[in-house]
């Protein structure tokens, strides 16, 4: 089993729909981070936590939400989906109490919007 | 801004090697990275740089000059499962990453 579980890996759905991307992991890693990966585009941070009770924003959280649930859970949900959030989007978590680790990533959860 | 260049994509044989080049120009830095990211799975960590000069690890090594603002990632003996896109990232001065577009990697037999 993978150490970074996303679901749904693939979803696709219409503009205006709620979608929860969720993430989770066994490593026991405090910190959790949600990016979307698009063609041509290095990775972008939506969403970032490094313990339950703390949620940071990233450079694109606008349209997003996040929910840290428990330590080995961090769920991204859209509240209504638009077509410009078709991308692939990644879980990951980073060991240690710095930022220097590296980020072990969930295998990619696919959003289409319509 | 922050910006980090890598080459959109590139052609190796099978046995070569090859040079994966990264310059960048961030608020700060604090170390870079390399992933690695066949097509359609999760990227992978290759590499970790804060002090300038050479780390090697088996095939691949990777070469940091901060005061270039410039990173290689080196692969030899090039094997056909390298296929992928090489992924490298700045952490900032707010350690922050900073990702470039990643370099498509093409092994011909």
């Known amino acids: 089993d993978a150490d970074v579980t996303q679901t749904p890996r693939n979803r696709i759905t219409k503009t205006g729909k709620r979608i929860m991307l969720e993430c989770s992991q066994t490593?026991?890693?405090?910190?959790m981070y949600w990016y979307r990966q698009d063609p041509g585009l290095g990775l972008r941070l939506i969403y970032y936590s490094f313990d339950v009770k703390d949620i940071n924003k990233g450079e694109i959280s606008d349209g997003y939400s996040v929910s840290r649930q428990a330590q080995a859970k961090f769920s991204l949900s859209l509240e209504s989906a638009i077509p410009n959030q078709t991308a692939l989007y990644f879980c990951?978590?980073?060991?240690?109490?710095?930022?220097?680790?590296?980020?072990?990533f969930g295998e990619g959860s696919r959003l289409t919007v319509l | 801004g922050q910006n980090i260049d890598q080459p959109t994509e590139m052609t190796a044989t099978e046995g070569a090697i090859v040079q994966i080049n990264c310059t960048y120009q961030?608020?700060?830095?604090?170390?870079l990275f390399w992933y690695q990211q066949h097509a359609g799975e999760a990227p992978t960590f290759l590499s970790y740089n804060v002090l300038d000069g050479l780390e090697e690890k088996g095939r691949f090594s990777s070469f940091l000059s901060r005061s270039k603002g410039y990173s290689y990632l080196l692969l030899k003996e090039l094997q056909m499962k390298d296929s992928a896109s090489y992924l490298c990232a700045v952490l900032d001065s707010n350690y922050q990453l900073i990702w470039g577009a990643g370099t498509k990697l093409i092994i011909k037999p």
């Open positions: 961030t608020s700060g830095f604090n170390g």
């Open positions: 490593k026991g890693h405090d910190r």
């Open positions: 990951a978590t980073r060991e240690g109490q710095g930022d220097t680790g590296e980020l072990f």
